[in-house]
């Protein structure tokens, strides 16, 4: 059973920057696409970004392109971790996000933005953006 633990989150003023981390409890494999969400309050758990198990491919939601980043670190001493780098944070990024492994290889985008398709998941962050 793979436990992801995220890290990272906190109240920021808009326009600042986060950076969230989500660590596995065993190497997940190079194999192991992984997922950001979040959730607002009172809304629907919300896409955010995908990466494959190498790091090569990603796919983001419209409203956090060219702010957001996400990357991992699959080096043998890093657990796998994966990172989501978070500029110009607007108030409306205020959510608890998520971190999300899925088992198999990396197939079409299209599958990753469900929330359903996922195995495991984190206990989540809280991001606060004030204005």
């Known amino acids: 059973q793979v436990q992801l633990v995220e890290s990272g989150g906190g109240l920021v003023q808009a326009g600042g920057s986060l950076r969230l981390s989500c660590a596995a409890s065993?190497?997940?494999?190079?194999?192991?696409?992984m997922g950001w969400f979040r959730q607002a309050p009172g809304k629907e758990r919300d896409f955010v970004a995908v990466i494959s198990g190498s790091g090569g491919r990603t796919s983001y939601r419209d409203s956090v392109k060219g702010r957001f980043t996400i990357s991992r670190d699959n080096r043998a001493n890093a657990k796998n971790t994966m990172y989501l780098q978070m500029n110009s944070l607007k108030p409306e990024d205020t959510a608890v996000f998520y971190c999300?492994?899925?088992?198999?290889?990396?197939?079409?985008?299209?599958?990753?933005?469900?929330?359903?398709?996922?195995?495991?998941w984190g206990q989540g962050t809280q991001v606060t953006v004030s204005s």
């Open positions: 065993e190497r997940t494999g190079s194999s192991y696409p």
């Open positions: 999300a492994a899925r088992q198999g290889g990396f197939t079409s985008v299209s599958v990753y933005l469900n929330q359903h398709e996922y195995d495991y």
